[in-house]
């Protein structure tokens, strides 16, 4: 696609329950980072998918969180017993293959994600 | 562990003025600096990549800086309009993490009246 896109825009769901965040990188882009936003906070790292490697999971903040990346493209960010404070924006970036000197890194308009 | 702060947090001009947004980041061992806009409910778009070797980057009327040494960055944006305003977010790429993580400041949130 012409962009990363990220379903759904904006999901509420009750505490407790689970939810699913998908995100659809930039065609041909192998990296893949999964990013929280916080009201009033900065970003927060959660999870890269680089190629046909294991993923770097240090960022994710509990392991309630896990995400996955099928077939090198798509990949979804999973929530199980959700709590309010998981309530933020979750942003999705893809880039092409990271070298020493980096590549940009484009993102998609985002998760919003309410937990009442 | 690599902090990235933005000063200021937020600044408001009026059309026409020239404006530096700063940067700067306690390890100076980056691979690249990027700078990001975003609106309102909306995601980040990149405007600027500069990698650790190059000292600036130029974009229209976007001009960023990079002194990798003294670990700051500013953002010089000409001619302010209103559509500029949105919040400036840069991030470093640190060494010591590997290629995966990005380390964001928390933004500056510019407003620009017409």
């Known amino acids: 696609g012409a962009g990363v896109s990220q379903s759904p825009s904006n999901k509420v769901t009750e505490k407790g329950k689970d939810v699913e965040l998908r995100c659809d990188p930039i065609s041909g882009h192998t990296a893949l980072y999964w990013y929280r936003q916080s009201l009033g906070q900065g970003l927060e790292f959660l999870i890269y998918f680089q190629g046909n490697s294991a993923p770097d999971k240090s960022g994710l903040p509990s392991d309630r969180f896990s995400a996955e990346r099928t077939g090198g493209s798509v990949s979804t960010l999973t929530i199980q017993r959700t709590q309010q404070e998981d309530s933020a924006v979750y942003l999705c970036?893809?880039?092409?293959?990271?070298?020493?000197?980096?590549?940009?890194?484009?993102f998609g308009e985002g998760s919003w994600l309410t937990v009442v | 562990k690599q902090e990235v702060t933005q000063i200021p947090a937020a600044l408001s001009v009026p059309e026409g003025e020239n404006l530096v947004l700063n940067c700067s980041f306690t390890d100076s061992a980056i691979y690249n600096l990027q700078w990001f806009r975003q609106d309102p409910g909306k995601g980040l778009t990149s405007l600027l990549l500069i990698q650790s070797s190059q000292r600036e980057q130029t974009s229209g009327r976007l001009n960023a800086s990079l002194d990798k040494s003294s670990g700051r960055s500013t953002l010089y944006i000409a001619a302010s309009q209103p559509g500029d305003s949105a919040t400036y977010l840069c991030?470093?790429?640190?060494?010591?993490?590997?290629?995966?993580?990005?380390?964001f400041g928390k933004g500056t949130m510019l407003l620009v009246s017409p």
């Open positions: 991030a470093v790429r640190p060494q010591n993490s590997g290629y995966s993580t990005l380390t």
């Open positions: 970036a893809s880039s092409f293959s990271t070298g020493r000197g980096g590549n940009t890194i484009y």
